[in-house]
């Protein structure tokens, strides 16, 4: 398996159990740092100023992680170039970025989901 490949399955691996983690028992304060990025990546969607969009998608990744409880989990997606690369240029299209706030208004408006 070429590296890269491997570094974006550690990539999914570990975004889905931070998320998993942070969805345990986020705090108030937490979820409020969350929708407050999650309103203003909307607010910049809406502008069109999809530049804008990667420092605040890793910010979103940050401040999940920081929910989680265990840092290391998000200093582990720090570390993998790949992770870095994939935030940096995906998505880029405008219907990307529409899938990936989509996606964050459902995490949010069910931040305690029961366990499958």
Known sequence: MPVEAAEVLARE????LVGRLAAEQPTDEQLTELEAVQTEMTAVLDRGAYDEL???NADFHRRLADASGYQVLGDLTELLPTIRRYRIVAPIDEPSWHSVVRERDEILENPNPDPP
Do not use: K
């Open 13 to 16: 691996a570990i975004e889905g």
């Open 54 to 56: 990667v420092q605040l």
